[in-house]
């Protein structure tokens, strides 16, 4: 199942959809890029996270 984390640059959440890919609350798509960093894929710009854990077993 999937994972939330906090986006910090935009002040929202948002939810794993597979490994290196989610979606946000406002329907943004971000692909990680480390455990804290993911790029929004609309503007290109870096956001920090508080966190994607790559383990599968933290579900």
């Known amino acids: 199942m999937g994972k939330h984390f906090f986006d910090f640059e935009d002040s929202d959440f948002a939810h794993s959809i597979s490994d290196n890919m989610a979606i946000d609350s406002e329907g943004d ?28 077993d933290d579900d």
């Open 29 to 56: 798509l971000l692909m990680r890029m480390g455990d804290n960093m993911a790029m929004d894929m609309d503007s290109g710009e870096l956001h920090i996270i508080s966190g994607w854990s790559n383990d599968e």
